[in-house]
């Protein structure tokens, strides 16, 4: 963790192994926000999945219907 005590040190070990530092600073709230949006935006992820899943799943059974039946005659 990186505070005030060991930023100096920790902003040296960081450009020896990778070369620029970058510092994104986010406030509580944007935080928050941030972490709302990343919870909005996995749950139409997964709501989108479950669609093509339903969709996929009803375009192959009437395939294996018709294979069931084809066999039986």
């Given at each position: ?10 902003v040296?070990d ?6 620029e530092f970058a510092?994104v ?6 935080y928050?926000n941030?972490?709302?949006?990343i ?6 992820i997964n709501?989108?999945?479950?669609i ?6 009803s375009?192959k059974?009437p ?10 005659q």
């Amino acid at each position: 963790m990186v505070n005030k005590d060991n930023i100096d040190q920790f902003v040296k070990d960081f450009t020896a192994k990778h070369g620029e530092f970058a510092v994104v600073s986010l406030s509580i709230d944007s935080y928050e926000n941030l972490a709302l949006n990343i919870a909005d935006l996995r749950r139409y992820i997964n709501q989108q999945n479950d669609i093509i899943v339903y969709y996929e799943d009803s375009m192959k059974q009437p395939t294996e219907e018709k294979k069931t039946d084809g066999n039986a005659q």
